[in-house]
């Protein structure tokens, strides 16, 4: 039986995650689970659960509280008109078949690999929030045909391989082609839906060894970290929502920038046993 101080201090800990990555979710369109994941992955490992399955549980956790969190935040935004329709419904299928493909991939691979390719992963996010502009343009709109059947799989494959909704890779895509940042965030939200339903129904079915499996775990998904964080973005997805329309972000964004690039750093240092 665990140490129950232990068990309320990891309690603790994933409240707090599940307030801050709600507030994310809705403020800066990066998607919680670039929070979630390592939260996840200090929680279990705290408690005593390791393995070569572990990065497999924290991402399919992670999904699985973004589709809670994605549809409270587009329901949100289009309170607001902010959601942009044609493009996520032209872009799903694309993201979807990307998804269910990550999916597949990550059932095969082991924690070492899934952090060497979070971490790496998380870096080039982290980067692009540091250093990225607003005035930079790939096209004047969405891309269509060739370049659309292309983009939209492969940003449905790396958010699964990260365990993050859409915003972290689909607000830069919006932004570069010229959509407002309010409606980039906001269409996101609708791809994090996209994203999380198909790769989290898999990862229910995906056997995860049960000495290593934190108890109320199904299939790859953690029932306990989920409630406990889904408790906490129900109630702040919505401030988040309500501090992107009321403010600019850029601020808080590059302070969140130097964050996720340590947790990058911190993730590879882990992956390769530096």
């Keep these: 039986m665990q140490d129950m ?77 902010a959601v942009d329709w044609e493009i ?11 998804a269910i493909v990550g999916m597949l991939l990550v059932a095969q691979l082991r924690t070492t690999t899934l952090q060497a390719i979070f971490g790496g992963l998380a870096l080039i996010v982290g980067l692009y929030m540091g250093f990225g502009r607003s005035h930079w343009r790939l096209g004047q709109a969405m891309p269509k045909g060739i370049l659309r059947a292309v983009l939209s ?4 494959f790396l958010s699964v391989l990260m365990g993050i909704g859409g915003g972290s890779f689909g607000v830069p895509t919006m932004s570069l082609y010229n959509v407002p940042i309010h409606r980039a965030v906001a269409t996101a939200a609708g791809f994090g839906v996209l994203i999380a339903v198909p790769s989290v129904v898999g990862f229910l079915f ?7 499996r934190p108890p109320y775990t199904l299939g790859a998904v953690n029932g306990v970290a989920f409630l406990v964080t889904i408790a906490m973005t129900l109630l702040t997805a919505p401030l988040g929502v309500r501090l992107a329309h009321a403010m600019d972000p850029k601020p808080l964004k ?10 990058a750093l911190n993730m590879l240092r882990r992956a390769f046993g530096w």
């Excluded at 992670?62 to 008109?81: E, P």
């Excluded at 799989?153 to 449905?156: E, L, S, T």
């Excluded at 995906?206 to 290593?212: L, T």
Aim: glycine share 14%.
């Design 88 to 98: 996520l419904r032209t872009w799903a299928p694309g993201i979807v078949i990307g």
């Design 153 to 156: 799989p492969v940003m449905g």
């Design 206 to 212: 995906v056997a995860i060894d049960p000495a290593s």
């Design 254 to 263: 590059r302070v969140f920038a130097v964050f996720l690039v340590l947790v």
């Design 5 to 81: 101080g232990l068990l309320l201090q990891m309690l603790a800990l994933l409240l707090f995650i599940g307030a801050f990555a709600g507030v994310l979710a809705g403020l800066l369109g990066v998607g919680g689970g670039i929070v979630l994941v390592p939260a996840f992955f200090y929680a279990f490992q705290t408690l005593g659960y390791g393995g070569p399955q572990l990065m497999q549980m924290c991402l399919a956790t992670s999904l699985a509280t973004i589709i809670v969190t994605s549809v409270r935040s587009v329901l949100g935004h289009n309170k607001k008109g």
